[in-house]
């Protein structure tokens, strides 16, 4: 079933097929030599689940949830969304635009807040697959989502800068008490802590930039770990172990989600949740999936954004349930993921089997990590995502597009995610009636990897 047939079919023939795990996306580990498809896949899977452990702790510390939390929320998000999503190439896992959402949740409520939240934008994302709205996400203009995209970058940027500086201190969330308690604790910077920051950032652009295959987050906080274990060992370096203990291995806990209180208050604060997560989910996954189509030549079956829409609510709707939190597709590590070679999404099964035994083994490692490190590579995922490229396409659209952009930027970074972007909707929609001139068409489907 074709992307263009499925919407075509009635509701029931239509949800089964959302429910069949394996379906045309398998095309190509047909043609040739099925054996040595496989393996490509199962290169891919390694590969990536190696790319992937520290950035999944990295994001889950940053978002003021557990290391582990990361780890075992990526590996089910990639098998989930490996069989139900619309993507042949696609890998899923938590993501750097996701940092301030959950940030925010657990910054005013708790874990059960924010597993009830994602639990029910994941019943939402599933509804918008079924009712085909899978192509509206077309509709977001280019300016915004690079904008956007800037400034969640800025703000993880400044959410590690504690860390870089060896601060003992918890950072605040918002931008002025991050300066506050900076300016506060001046006298604990240390320079230890920077140099190993910033040999992380250095280590992972330069392995990145000599090939793919090389997995530079992993080998960056290596390194680093061991300088921080033999020569700088009386540094008073801060280790992730001692921020959060010992990495449980037993990765699959039942979390519950907190029950609904019925007030105003909670009811608008789960309410404006629901629909970061959904909008965030929504919005990458699809462009992440409409990218990895035109980077992998794909001349067979097109990304399904309905499926899509539905595999992400899935993954949005379980991740949380067993210890995870909201997870999509991710930009990197899907272009990642192709460049080695995958061809199908069994390359996502492989990693979901490959990260967790590669977590269990190394999870004793992991605990000795700086957490100076953990910010450099989250400050080289921050400098990564805005693309010079996405930046001189809002450019030829025309100073209204521009203006939008860094509105979105700013609003982003001084107010928060959803406020920046609802209000820069809200100016594009009144301005492209108003002064159709400024604002030309949409092109949001110019993200590039």
Known sequence: ??????????????????????????????????KMNVLRDFTAGLVVAMIAIPLAMGFAMASGLRPEQGIVGGAVAGLIGALFGGSKYQVYGPTAAFIPVIGGIMQSYDLGMMILASVIA???????????????????????????????????ALSQIGE??????????????????????AGEISIFAIILGLV???ITKALLKVSPFIPAPLIAIGVTSIIAATVWSSKGLTLVHDRYGRIPTDFFVFTPPRPIEWTAAFLG???????????????????????????????????????????????NLIVPLLHGFPHTGALARTAANIRLGAISPLAGIFKFALKLLLAAFLAHYLELVPMAAIGGILLFVATAMVKPAEVRQVVEHGPGHIALMIYTAAAVIVTDFLTGVLSAMVIYGVASKVAPALMPEPQAEKATA
């Open 1 to 34: 079933m074709t992307p263009s047939t499925s919407d075509q079919v009635s509701l029931p023939e239509r949800i089964r097929y959302y429910l069949t795990p394996v379906d045309g996306r398998y095309e190509d580990l047909s043609k040739g030599d099925w």
């Open 122 to 156: 994941g019943l939402i994302l599933m509804l918008l697959g079924v009712v085909r709205a899978g192509r509206v996400v077309s509709k977001v203009p280019h300016s915004i989502i690079v904008g956007f995209t800037i400034g969640i970058a800025v703000t993880i």
């Open 164 to 185: 870089v500086l060896g601060l003992k201190a918890k950072m605040g969330f918002t931008l002025m008490s991050k300066i506050e308690t900076i300016a506060a604790n």
């Open 200 to 202: 992380t950032f250095a």
């Open 269 to 315: 604060d789960l309410t404006y949740f629901v629909l970061a997560i959904v909008f965030v989910a929504a919005v990458e996954s699809l462009l992440c999936s409409r990218m990895a189509d035109r980077m992998a030549g794909n001349r067979g079956l097109a990304f399904n954004p309905n499926k899509e829409l539905w595999g992400q609510g899935l993954v």
